[in-house]
């Protein structure tokens, strides 16, 4: 997950939206089945496009300084907390090494619930994002 490897996902191929993917546990499998057939992988962001972080799985305090900064380096204008364990901690809410939401870390726009939320949560917040 490191700055060197950082993809954007260009979500509707028109520039509009650019999606990181911080994936960290099993609800990424979730999130990599939302990507749209027209969507790009691009190494920086389309100019103009609104940027979205998506954290997707389970945050644990370990990786918690790793997610923050990516977040923060980012600039996101908007952060989604994608599935139980990243809005709460989900299944694993009583494990010492567990952060109990993304949003101890950073501000959430938009949490989606389930454990694992259906892909079909993400692409209609993105719709929404897009406007
Ligand atoms: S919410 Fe459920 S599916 Fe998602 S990362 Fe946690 S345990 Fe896995």
């Not at 954007?8 to 990181?20: C, E, K, L, M, Q």
Request: charge should be negative; include cysteine.
């Amino acid at each position: 997950m490191g700055t060197g490897q950082r993809q954007f996902i260009d979500w509707f191929g028109d520039g509009s939206v650019a999606v990181v993917d911080l994936a960290l546990a099993c609800c990424a499998v979730e999130t990599e089945f939302a990507v749209p057939e027209q969507a790009r992988r691009v190494p920086t962001p389309p100019q103009g496009a609104r940027l979205v972080a998506v954290v997707s799985g389970t945050l644990t305090d370990a990786l918690s300084g790793i997610v923050k900064e990516e977040i923060d380096n980012l600039e996101a204008s908007f952060v989604v907390s994608f599935g139980a364990c990243a809005c709460a901690g989900g299944p694993y809410w009583d494990a010492p090494s567990v952060t109990k939401g993304v949003d101890q870390l950073v501000a959430v726009d938009r949490y989606i619930a389930g454990c694992p939320p259906p892909p079909s949560a993400l692409t209609a917040v993105l719709e929404e994002v897009r406007g």
